[in-house]
């Protein structure tokens, strides 16, 4: 373990480390950060409400749309030359969410990169190949940062240049690999096209940066013989470090000594008991350029508190479900893609790369699913295809209780994505 004491704290004597750091987070809202204060007093909350983190689920949520109206440093706590770091995120619909680090704040993060990557099993020895982008993504130079910190070699080749890539994985002899699931399943294919899995070194896989399904990461552990592991963060919260899975694979460890985290009912804002489905809502305790209270990742997820077999006592969050974003409402039915993809992933002939398309037709909601076949040979058997469309419709039916379109794509047709993939074409009301 990186930092053994905290990582193996007691339940309780972390309780008393969250209500400690919580308490100071707040005091610091109050003096330092007067866009929240507003907030929270516009919301009714004063700061003599707090006694104890008990209190927390009776204070306003913060969201994304709160860095859109305070862009670009409204939210921030620090004067400008105490930051020392600015991330972002995309932003392409609207203002980005600005991220600033102190220098305190940057060694924090590099300690809680440096635990996600120890937990997955990554030592000094290792070369790290970074396909994340790097830039004002959090991504890239938070895997750097805490690799580097671990005294890993790190070969930050960011995104793209597929062909440069996997020479450099062979020739630099690369160990680790750190990217978004949809890239890293891009790149192993590009390997096994290459027949180079035998020539190269990889053994651990840090993916990160969005969500996957379990079969997705299987895919790509066969594809590269590795292990695959998730981690988690979002740029607002201070980018990755706030969660990452150990070699048991039973979940992501949550920085709980950093981060304060609740589920939520999405529809409702109910805090929801230990082990139910809900919204994943983030306190951050330590941060000194931007504290935040109850942030809404809108990440569907769920957390349990039991003892891990790794010895590390904290709670740990299931891989993420989808975004409540990119939920689907389909005639009355809730739809994650990924509930649609680990349908997708099983199916002999077809390949992981798939588009959900929504439709209005009339006053009926319609999805079709568009899925490449891994072979165009199959295009030319009738009596296949419509087995294959058949199977893949009866499946999700038995999900979703919902009857889809599918439609068989010609193999390399449906679009791949360096960074986050973009898997819903939405075309109501457009
Ligand atoms: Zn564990």
């Not at 919301?43 to 969201?63: C, M, N, Q, W, Y």
């Not at 749309?65 to 400008?80: I, R």
Request: charged share 25%.
């Amino acid at each position: 373990m990186w930092q053994p004491e905290l990582e193996t704290i007691t339940r309780d004597e972390l309780r008393m480390l969250q209500e400690e750091r919580f308490q100071r987070s707040w005091r610091h809202i109050w003096a330092d950060a007067p866009a929240q204060t507003k907030l929270l007093h516009d919301a009714g909350a004063e700061r003599g409400d707090i006694r104890s983190l008990d209190d927390v689920h009776k204070l306003p949520f913060t969201d994304k749309s709160v860095f859109t109206e305070h862009y670009p440093f409204g939210l921030f706590a620090v004067p400008p030359e105490a930051v020392v770091r600015l991330h972002s995120t995309s932003g392409t619909t609207s203002k980005p969410s600005m991220g600033g680090y102190t220098y305190t704040d940057m060694v924090h993060w590099k300690d809680l990169v440096a635990r996600v990557c120890v937990m997955a099993g990554v030592t000094k020895r290792d070369t790290a190949h970074i396909a994340f982008g790097f830039g004002m993504f959090t991504g890239g130079f938070g895997l750097n940062y805490g690799l580097e910190h671990m005294g890993v070699r790190v070969l930050p080749m960011g995104g793209g240049q597929t062909e440069k890539q996997l020479m450099m994985m062979r020739d630099m002899g690369s160990t680790v690999l750190v990217a978004t699931p949809s890239y890293a399943l891009y790149l192993s294919e590009a390997v096994r096209e290459a027949g180079i899995k035998e020539d190269l070194m990889l053994r651990v896989g840090l993916f990160g940066g969005e969500g996957h399904t379990q079969e997705m990461a299987e895919q790509i552990e066969r594809n590269l013989g590795i292990i695959a592991t998730s981690n988690y963060g979002l740029c607002e919260l201070g980018g990755p470090g706030i969660s990452g899975e150990c070699l048991l694979k039973t979940g992501m460890h949550i920085a709980e000594d950093h981060y304060f985290c609740e589920i939520i009912n999405p529809e409702t804002g109910a805090v929801l008991p230990e082990g139910e489905t809900g919204e994943l809502v983030v306190t951050p305790l330590t941060r000194e350029a931007l504290p935040l209270i109850r942030y809404r990742t809108k990440d569907i997820t769920k957390i349990t508190t039991e003892p891990c077999k790794c010895g590390r006592t904290h709670a740990r969050m299931s891989p993420t479900l989808g975004r409540s974003d990119d939920m689907l409402i389909i005639r009355g039915v809730n739809v994650y893609p990924s509930q649609i993809e680990s349908v997708l992933i099983r199916q002999e002939h077809i390949g992981p790369h798939y588009m959900l398309v929504v439709r209005r037709e009339g006053v009926m909601d319609t999805l079709e699913v568009q899925v490449e076949l891994t072979d165009g040979a199959v295009l030319d058997s009738f009596h296949l295809l419509e087995q294959i469309q058949n199977n893949i419709r009866e499946q999700i039916r038995n999900i979703l209780g919902l009857t889809v379109k599918v439609t068989l794509v010609a193999p390399q047709t449906v679009e791949r994505f360096m960074g986050k993939a973009k898997r819903i074409k939405d075309e109501r009301g457009m």
